[in-house]
């Protein structure tokens, strides 16, 4: 062969499917969500712009696949077989409900929680140093926070009484994580009743059985499903006469009363990490559980004064966020 022939014969290589500088398929990243679609722009901008910091490139690096729950836990089995038949490279989830149910559909596909109560209470992983299997990802502290939202409550509203707490029976933290709360508020003077509701058509009749008692406050924002509900929970705290506080700060931009949690984006942010690891070829199990570090307290004043409550100043000058 001459030499125009060799040249020839290393383009026509170099141009054929499957050739060695050929660029890899992006990763296929399934993300089982527990909302609804339209309630979920600003979630799917909070995780992209963390995948993007991770240097992850959407279409090039990955491709991202929704599902959506609709609020109904129990959707989440077939929305993992619908996940499965695209064969993702990394199974994202939030909720306790969705991390045990992708456990159970796959042994082998890398699963990422976003921000899970208590993972290592809830049986996900063996510990938080070393989780084992093919799951870990981003806690909450949901369950170390829970009583300090009780106190928060008390020096913003320091005549308040009784707390209601709203729960979902089917999140399996949220009892523990109310058993704090009625601890602290026992040690503070206060009484707290559970009220539950484990899909977006109970949280009404919730509402109307703790309007009879009167609350004070109401605390929430540690399950999914109540988080995809907040702007309709806040509604009807303010129908009621009844101040909302929660561990989510997207609950304050709804208009509840107070909000101390975890960085939602920071949250979402390290997602970006745990994916570029695993898609370099970390396993799971080696890539410890992380725990947020970034914490924040809203005041919501509009809210405030649409209650009819005056917030010390002293409280408000604590706040990272007043939204006015």
Same mark, same amino acid.
């Given at each position: 062969?001459?030499?125009?022939?060799?040249?020839?014969?290393?383009?026509?290589?170099?141009?054929?499917?499957?050739?060695?500088?050929?660029?890899?398929?992006?990763?296929?990243?399934?993300?089982?969500?527990?909302?609804?679609?339209?309630?979920?722009?600003?979630?799917?901008?909070?995780?992209?712009?963390?995948?993007?910091?991770?240097?992850?490139?959407? +279409?090039?690096?990955?491709? &991202?696949?929704?599902?959506?729950? %609709?609020?109904?836990?129990?959707? #989440?089995? *077939?929305? !993992?077989?619908?996940?499965?038949?695209?064969?993702?490279?990394?199974?994202?989830?939030?909720?306790?409900?969705?991390?045990?149910?992708?456990?159970?559909?796959?042994?082998?596909?890398?699963?990422?929680?976003?921000?899970?109560?208590?993972?290592?209470?809830?049986?996900?992983?063996?510990?938080?140093?070393?989780?084992?299997?093919?799951?870990?990802?981003?806690?909450?502290?949901?369950?170390?926070?829970?009583?300090?939202?009780?106190?928060?409550?008390?020096?913003?509203?320091?005549?308040?009484?009784?707390?209601?707490?709203?729960?979902?029976?089917?999140?399996?933290?949220?009892?523990?994580?109310?058993?704090?709360?009625?601890?602290?508020?026992?040690?503070?003077?206060?009484?707290?009743?559970?009220?539950?509701?484990?899909?977006?058509?109970?949280?009404? +009749?919730?509402?109307?059985? &703790?309007?009879?008692?009167?609350? %004070?406050?109401?605390?929430?924002? #540690?399950? *999914?499903? !109540?988080?995809?509900?907040?702007?309709?929970?806040?509604?009807?705290?303010?129908?009621?006469?009844?101040?909302?506080?929660?561990?989510?700060?997207?609950?304050?931009?709804?208009?509840?009363?107070?909000?101390?949690?975890?960085?939602?984006?920071?949250?979402?942010?390290?997602?970006?990490?745990?994916?570029?690891?695993?898609?370099?070829?970390?396993?799971?199990?080696?890539?410890?559980?992380?725990?947020?570090?970034?914490?924040?307290?809203?005041?919501?004043?509009?809210?405030?004064?649409?209650?009819?409550?005056?917030?010390?100043?002293?409280?408000?000058?604590?706040?990272?966020?007043?939204?006015?």
């Amino acid at each position: 062969m001459n030499r125009r022939d060799t040249v020839l014969a290393l383009l026509a290589f170099s141009a054929a499917p499957g050739a060695v500088n050929a660029q890899p398929a992006p990763a296929r990243l399934a993300l089982i969500g527990e909302a609804a679609a339209l309630d979920s722009a600003d979630y799917l901008a909070l995780l992209r712009d963390g995948l993007r910091e991770n240097g992850l490139a959407e +279409s090039k690096d990955y491709i &991202l696949d929704p599902f959506w729950a %609709d609020g109904k836990y129990e959707r #989440f089995p *077939a929305l !993992l077989a619908a996940a499965l038949e695209r064969k993702p490279s990394i199974i994202l989830v939030q909720t306790i409900a969705a991390v045990r149910a992708a456990q159970q559909a796959t042994k082998t596909i890398p699963i990422v929680f976003i921000g899970t109560n208590d993972p290592v209470g809830s049986g996900l992983v063996a510990s938080l140093a070393r989780p084992s299997g093919n799951t870990t990802g981003m806690a909450t502290m949901n369950d170390d926070r829970a009583a300090k939202l009780v106190e928060l409550v008390r020096e913003a509203l320091p005549k308040a009484k009784r707390i209601a707490v709203l729960i979902n029976p089917l999140n399996p933290s949220n009892r523990p994580i109310f058993q704090a709360m009625r601890s602290a508020a026992v040690s503070l003077g206060m009484s707290a009743e559970a009220f539950e509701a484990d899909s977006p058509e109970r949280i009404g +009749s919730a509402f109307m059985a &703790l309007s009879k008692m009167r609350p %004070d406050a109401l605390l929430t924002g #540690f399950d *999914a499903m !109540l988080g995809t509900q907040r702007a309709q929970i806040v509604s009807l705290g303010l129908a009621h006469k009844v101040p909302v506080a929660a561990t989510n700060s997207a609950y304050a931009n709804a208009g509840a009363l107070i909000c101390f949690g975890a960085l939602r984006g920071a949250i979402l942010g390290r997602v970006g990490f745990y994916v570029k690891r695993i898609l370099a070829g970390a396993k799971p199990a080696d890539l410890p559980v992380e725990q947020p570090t970034q914490f924040e307290l809203v005041v919501n004043l509009k809210s405030a004064k649409t209650l009819g409550l005056a917030i010390p100043r002293a409280f408000l000058l604590r706040a990272d966020r007043v939204i006015e």
